[in-house]
């Protein structure tokens, strides 16, 4: 149990256009879910806080207006990177929580070209 | 807001021996201490986790030990096989609920 989906895997999009990452958690409710990105060799950052029907928190330095983030319901919780450019490249890792433990999804790469 | 330090950052040892990785943070409120092992192009896994109120806790090969007043908790895996080869990160938080801060993570080899 306690499985949580990305989707796409990959992404490869042009610079200026947007591109959007769902999570979903598929056997939980998650009342909580997190969005990290991570760029090679490197950790994971937390970007935002999301929780089911309100609005994300999103740590500091991370715009909130190009990673917008929704979280419409207990299952799905969805990531749009708007406007994106080269440095927005990296590997996108959502999380949601369950009886007290975060479970990750299998992570999005993202590539912009 | 809360640091988490690791250590080392790479690690390398011969299948059956033990590993070790240390961490430390530093916030005294973080009662939360997950580890989690990443594959190349994966996302983490969950491993093992250790709660303020525990000292000790194993699980078959792995195991985890913490010292609130040193604030140091530790990743020791025994009989290592090839499969242990990984990144792992250690992390802490005010509660699984709330944000989890990771640490730079240490890139383990197993040697044949």
């Known amino acids: 149990g306690a499985v949580v989906s990305q989707h796409p895997s990959w992404v490869i999009c042009k610079s200026g256009t947007s591109v959007k990452i769902e999570c979903r958690s598929l056997?939980?409710?998650?009342?909580?879910m997190f969005w990290y990105r991570q760029f090679p060799k490197q950790s994971l950052m937390l970007m935002a806080t999301s929780n089911e029907g309100s609005k994300a928190t999103y740590e500091q330095g991370v715009e909130k207006d190009k990673f917008l983030i929704n979280h419409a319901s207990l299952t799905l919780s969805t990531l749009t990177v708007t406007s994106a450019h080269p440095e927005d490249s990296s590997f996108y890792i959502c999380?949601?929580?369950?009886?007290?433990?975060?479970?990750f999804g299998p992570g999005t790469r993202l590539t912009v070209t | 807001g809360e640091n988490v330090e690791q250590h080392p950052s790479t690690l390398s040892v011969q299948e059956g021996d033990s590993a070790v990785i240390k961490c430390t943070y530093s916030?005294?409120?973080?009662?939360?201490f997950p580890w989690y092992k990443q594959e190349l192009g994966k996302g983490p896994q969950l491993i093992i986790d250790i709660r303020s109120n525990v000292g000790e806790k194993k699980d078959q090969r792995i195991a985890v030990t913490l010292n609130k007043t040193a604030k140091h908790f530790s990743l020791h895996i025994t009989e290592t096989q090839p499969e242990d080869s990984a990144v792992y990160f250690c992390a802490a938080s005010y509660s699984s609920a709330s944000k989890i801060i990771f640490g730079s993570g240490t890139r383990l080899s197993i040697r044949p």
């Open positions: 999380s949601g929580d369950r009886a007290y433990e975060q479970y």
């Open positions: 916030d005294s409120a973080s009662n939360y």
């Open positions: 056997d939980f409710q998650a009342t909580t």
